[in-house]
């Protein structure tokens, strides 16, 4: 059974940061694209950022671009989130996805999913 378990959120000070983790637990079918999406209340599920399983090409969104980075590191099967400069935008449980590639991670509706972690950013 596969289980991506995500941690680091909290709660902090606008302007700070936070590096978030999503671990693998179990065998995902094939090579995957890891991503992150976040949820705020009362919103959509949000795309924030993706990279290939291989870890030379990430893709971000607008509002996260210049300030968040994602690596991985496939021989511990995690993902990673440093996130930067942060604002209370950016308030929102935080969603680790695994997916055939990096087009269908950025649909939101393919692969395996984490429960989340809870950002909060106080300004």
């Known amino acids: 059974q596969v289980q991506l378990v995500e941690s680091g959120g909290g709660l902090v000070q606008a302007g700070n940061s936070l590096r978030l983790s999503c671990e693998v637990s179990g065998l995902i079918p094939g090579p995957s694209a890891m991503g992150w999406f976040r949820q705020a209340p009362g919103k959509a599920n949000e795309f924030v950022a993706g990279?290939?399983?291989?870890?030379?090409?990430?893709i971000y969104s607008d509002p996260v671009k210049g300030r968040f980075s994602i690596s991985r590191d496939n021989a511990k099967d995690a993902v990673y989130l440093q996130m930067n400069d942060l604002n209370p935008d950016d308030t929102a449980v935080y969603l680790c996805n695994a997916a055939p590639s990096l087009d269908k991670l950025r649909t939101g509706i393919y692969g395996y999913w984490g429960r989340g972690t809870q950002v909060t950013v106080s300004s």
């Open positions: 990279i290939n399983w291989s870890g030379d090409h990430a």
